[in-house]
């Protein structure tokens, strides 16, 4: 490789991606966390969590991620806006997908503060011992969270928009304070609130949640209260004069000690739909278990819901309540308490369990009766009943189910399973359910399975899909059933879809000198790759096979020519490709030349002279001078002679054919001090086997001196001595 006068050409390629937030990461000073770091790496991760949320804030907002350990911090922790924060890492994913279930990210003793703050999320993360978070006027969302053994005055306090909803979701809430919440909007959904005990907290009201004075708002959806336990309302306790809404929730075996065993409310507006009370228990104990009596016919013994005064915006939907629709303080306001398919007879329900969803549920046994609720179409003005259930399952259009799960619907005799496919290819589904000619249908498709999309115009049996480069892969499939009486959903089918093989490109060219390796390695995104390496000698009219089964292929190129070529077959048990094909450029080196002349010279140094004469060997074999003893440069007569013609110095020069390894510059001088390539015209005059020949041309004034020389730098491995080398001068 020769570059005489060197061009370096730039080529700008413009990558057009989506901006992506900053990311800071933290983890344990025993495992690496240092807050001298940078944190934007895992490798250069801070110790402290304060330390990376500054450092997200001031670079415009982003994300902190957490690797899994237990962590203290000796002060609280002041969130900002616009920083989110994810724990669950192992310490090495580069996508919040990544995270696997079993990295537990833990907080110990640690306060969140969101002091007028905005645009906050904080999921995955384990909370235990103290406060975990404080809030003022500031909206924040948690999701996947889990607070554990905390008994301060509150886990989370809320005080904040009445426009914007602190969120929190699929969160679980064990043996902890309750969430206290002093006003505006509180948003809850598929959470569990399990096993909390707070009778010996000063406010030792609300088992889960207490929901002060001010026209705050809550709403709670798809959750489930067990075993709770509290002076008043053995899972909400609320004062609050603003509106709260149930929505298919599960309240189990929750105890307090005087009124409420579920809910103790105040003046609250209510509304509470598709709800189960079961197993609740108020205690009334009062000094020494005598039963309060203060002049009214109290007999609140195991009752579910405490009412102090209900407001005309008071209701109960298609609810599962034990003894029946709750008692208020005053009998008088009783008829304020409206309510249609309230329950309460016993629903013969299966235990507490997992049965799908976030939270765990009370499904209804095979000896339920079958409790049918008021459907939307008969819903007062203002009410809308949930269209799913607590675990997401659709509810009946027409018949809902009473309480928080909907009973077993019809069975299919055949029904939808996970299929693989090919990428590109047709995809075939069907239904069948019992009686199928008195159904219709509807297909769905989900990205998430969580929101789904009608096809339109699929409304058959039988749907086909048409799959384009992977574009189905890891989505999801369901069908819509229907007829007058029922609706429901087929289980959901995950398509896997069999990647395409995508082998990466092989070099287009290798140039490897002689006795050199070869070593190309492929990248193969696809399913379950299998490597055939070939090999052609006759410009790829055949191939042998290398009879290698891996990505990466390394040999010596001692015992090939010049313009082999070498490519690989790439294939599963469902496709196979090529991949394009690399051709071998064999070249003599200097380490060639350096062995085949190593038994004359006293050095074999890079800038070294074997012979004493003042020439280096790399000069030498550049531009083909003598190896074997004492030289000159001009040691043959014929080239690096200078001479003037028609107001110009020419120098005529030869180098080395081909030389990968070596880069030379030719230069000039007017004063031996100051050299430049600047004016140079080179001109390329012939060629042999071994050299090509130049001439160096260079305008100049008459009776004027003019110096030439070559800088030449080493590009090859030999030596780690690769700066630039004066080859001659020559004065006319």
């Known amino acids: 490789m020769i570059n005489l006068l060197r061009v370096c050409v730039l080529s700008f390629f413009l990558l057009c991606t989506s901006a992506q937030a900053a990311v800071f990461y933290v983890k344990l000073a025993a495992d690496g966390g240092n807050n001298t770091a940078n944190g934007t790496s895992w490798g250069t991760a801070f110790a402290g969590l304060q330390k990376a949320i500054d450092a997200c804030s001031d670079a415009g907002g982003g994300q902190v991620w957490i690797k899994d350990g237990n962590y203290s911090f000796d002060e609280s922790v002041n969130l900002k806006s616009n920083v989110e924060i994810y724990g669950g890492f192992g310490g090495t994913e580069s996508s919040l997908t990544e995270r696997a279930p079993g990295n537990v990210t833990v907080l110990f003793g640690t306060i969140l503060n969101a002091r007028s703050v905005s645009n906050i999320k904080i999921e995955g993360i384990t909370f235990k011992n103290g406060q975990a978070l404080s809030s003022y006027l500031s909206s924040l969302s948690i999701s996947k969270c889990v607070f554990e053994n905390i008994y301060e005055e509150s886990i989370i306090m809320v005080s904040s928009d009445e426009n914007t909803p602190f969120l929190i979701e699929d969160s679980t809430f064990k043996g902890t304070s309750p969430i206290y919440q002093d006003s505006g909007y509180l948003k809850i959904n598929r959470c569990t609130f399990e096993d909390n005990d707070v009778r010996d907290l000063s406010r030792a009201n609300g088992g889960a949640i207490y929901i002060y004075s001010g026209n705050a708002i809550t709403e709670i959806s798809n959750s489930t209260f067990c075993n709770n336990l509290a002076k008043n309302g053995g899972a909400i306790y609320s004062e609050s004069s603003g509106d709260l809404k149930i929505l298919n929730c599960t309240f189990f075996d929750n105890i307090a000690e005087t009124y409420g065993g579920a809910i103790y409310l105040n003046t609250q507006n209510f509304l509470i739909i598709n709800s189960i009370f079961w197993g609740n228990k108020a205690i009334e104990v009062y000094d020494q278990d005598s039963v309060i009596n203060l002049g009214y016919d109290y007999s609140f013994k195991n009752k579910q819901i405490f009412i102090e005064y209900p407001q005309l915006g008071t209701y109960f939907y298609n609810c599962i309540i034990e003894g029946g629709k709750p008692r208020t303080y005053y009998y008088d306001n009783e008829n304020m308490l409206k309510g249609e398919s309230v329950f309460d007879y016993d629903p013969m329900l299966m235990p507490l369990a997992d049965n799908g969803g976030y939270v765990k549920t009370m499904k209804p046994s095979s000896k339920s009766a079958d409790g049918r609720g008021l459907p939307q179409s008969e819903a007062p003005d203002g009410v809308t009943l949930p269209s799913t259930d607590a675990r997401g399952v659709l509810r009946s259009v027409n018949s809902p189910s009473i309480g928080a799960v909907e009973s077993d619907l019809p069975q299919l005799l055949s029904d939808l399973d996970a299929v693989p496919s090919r990428e590109n290819s047709l995809l075939d589904f069907y239904v069948e359910p019992v009686n199928s000619a008195y159904y219709t249908y509807q297909w769905e498709f989900s990205s998430d399975n969580y929101t ?281």
């Open 452 to 732: 789904w999309t009608q096809l339109d115009g699929e409304t058959s049996q039988t749907i086909t899909l048409t799959d384009s480069a992977g574009s189905l892969s890891n989505k999801g499939l369901r069908c819509l059933i229907s007829n007058d009486s029922v609706s429901f959903y087929s289980t959901v089918i995950k398509i896997d879809i069999i990647g395409d093989l995508r082998p990466s490109m092989l070099s287009p060219n290798l140039d490897v000198m002689q006795n050199g390796y070869i070593s190309e390695t492929l990248i193969v995104s696809g399913y379950d790759p299998h490597y055939e390496w070939q090999v052609s000698y006759d410009a790829g009219l055949t191939w042998t096979q290398a009879n290698i089964d891996i990505a990466a292929i390394n040999f010596n190129v001692a015992e090939i020519a010049d313009g082999t070529q070498i490519r690989c077959r790439v294939y599963n048990d469902f496709m196979e490709v090529y991949t394009n094909v690399c051709t071998i450029n064999i070249y003599y080196s200097y380490i060639n030349w350096m062995r085949d002349n190593d038994e004359f010279w006293s050095t074999n140094d890079l800038e070294g002279s074997s012979f004493g004469d003042g020439i280096t060997n790399l000069e030498k074999y550049v531009f083909g001078l003598n190896p074997l003893g004492p030289t000159t440069y001009n040691y043959d007569g014929n080239y690096f002679t200078c001479r003037y013609e028609d107001g110009k110095a020419v120098m005529d020069f030869r180098c080395r054919k081909e030389l990968p390894d070596a880069s030379i510059t030719p230069l000039w001088s007017a004063d031996l001090t100051t050299w430049s390539s600047n004016d140079l015209v080179v001109t390329k005059t012939s060629s042999d086997d071994t050299f090509d020949y130049y001439t160096i041309e260079k305008t100049i004034a008459p009776n004027r001196n003019i110096f030439f020389r070559f800088s030449i730098e080493y590009l090859g491995t030999y030596s780690t001595s690769t700066s630039g080398v004066g080859a001659i001068g020559i004065t006319r």
